[in-house]
């Protein structure tokens, strides 16, 4: 069978991480079998999955942050933001400092949508790790970054 604990022990590392970005994926033929894929597969414990591979999942999503295709950067930003808000926060906070950097240099990216997806991430981030942010990123720092991410913050 294929849900035995060992298939998920082996294969979820490498199939989670991939099967979430798809799920926010801008083409919509990719975006819409991903979602019906993911609730197929996880039903309501996706969540938990992806916290008990979080270490994979935010490798990457970093990694895509960096990506060629700009479609792929602003779908790992939205990822990035699910991480804040949806999975178990002691499972995600190690990771928040490596995520918030990767999240400032998709600030600088010559894609808007990527920018928009980074701001909104990153305000995700203020309001579910405000003590972490608050001394990993004030808003002096982010305003010498880009000047207008100041919003996010103040509307966090």
């Given at each position: 069978?294929?849900?035995?604990?060992?298939?998920?022990?082996?294969?979820?590392?490498?199939?989670?991480?991939?099967?979430?970005?798809?799920?926010?994926?801008?083409?919509e033929?990719?975006?819409?079998?991903?979602?019906?894929?993911?609730?197929?597969?996880?039903?309501?414990?996706?969540?938990?999955?992806?916290?008990?591979?979080?270490?994979?999942?935010?490798?990457f999503?970093?990694?895509?942050c960096?990506?060629?295709?700009?479609?792929?950067?602003?779908?790992?930003?939205?990822?990035?933001?699910?991480?804040?808000?949806?999975?178990?926060?002691?499972?995600?906070?190690?990771f928040?400092?490596?995520?918030?950097?990767a999240?400032?240099?998709?600030?600088?990216?010559?894609?808007w949508?990527?920018?928009?997806?980074?701001?909104?991430?990153?305000?995700?981030?203020?309001?579910?790790?405000?003590?972490?942010?608050?001394?990993?990123?004030g808003p002096?720092?982010?305003?010498?970054?880009v000047?207008?991410?100041r919003?996010?913050?103040?509307?966090?």
């Open positions: 069978m294929l849900a035995t604990t060992d298939y998920r022990s082996k294969f979820y590392p490498l199939l989670v991480p991939r099967m979430v970005l798809n799920r926010y994926y801008v083409a033929g990719v975006r819409l079998y991903s979602q019906e894929t993911w609730k197929l597969v996880m039903g309501s414990e996706g969540t938990t999955t992806v916290a008990t591979v979080v270490d994979k999942v935010v490798e999503f970093l990694s895509q960096d990506a060629d295709n700009h479609a792929v950067r602003e779908a790992a930003c939205h990822c990035i933001a699910e991480l804040a808000n949806k999975v178990d926060a002691t499972a995600v906070a190690p928040v400092p490596q995520l918030l950097a999240l400032i240099v998709c600030f600088k990216d010559e894609s949508p990527v920018r928009d997806a980074a701001c909104l991430a990153t305000g995700k981030f203020v309001q579910a790790f405000p003590e972490v942010c608050a001394t990993w990123v002096d720092s982010c305003e010498q970054v000047p207008l991410t919003v996010c913050f103040v509307r966090g």
